[in-house]
């Protein structure tokens, strides 16, 4: 069992930036960032591995957000900058034990209790 701890959201104006944390608790084979904005369904927002392997990143964050690792404090960190209202959101950490797609929900055994970020305009 992996237990999933994110900090780091919270309120923000337009184009400003945030960092989440999540620290993890075992061994996983891959990391990601899911959101889910109310009335809308679950995103996945980007995704790294342990293996060193490249990060994947949704389109809609592409170039703004960034993700990164530090092993050994086994913790991941999402670097959003130039936020946009549209990326208000709950974030929730996620953790998996196989590759299969980078993103897809299935393939995430745990999740964190998740973080707010709010950006306004």
């Known amino acids: 069992q992996v237990q999933l701890v994110e900090s780091g959201g919270g309120s923000v104006q337009a184009g400003g930036s945030l960092r989440l944390s999540c620290a993890a608790s075992?061994?996983?084979?891959?990391v990601g960032w899911f959101r889910q904005a109310p009335g809308k369904e679950r995103e996945g927002v980007a995704v790294t591995y342990t293996s060193g392997g490249s990060p994947y990143y949704a389109d809609s964050v592409k170039g703004r957000f960034a993700i990164s690792r530090d092993n050994a404090k086994n913790t991941v960190y999402l670097q959003m900058n130039s936020l946009k209202p549209e990326d208000t959101a709950m974030y929730y950490c996620?953790?998996?034990?196989?590759?299969?797609?980078?993103?897809?929900?299935?393939?995430?055994?745990?999740w964190g209790q998740g973080t707010q970020v709010t950006v306004s305009s």
């Open positions: 996620a953790a998996g034990l196989r590759m299969g797609w980078p993103l897809r929900a299935a393939d995430f055994n745990w």
């Open positions: 075992g061994y996983t084979v891959k």
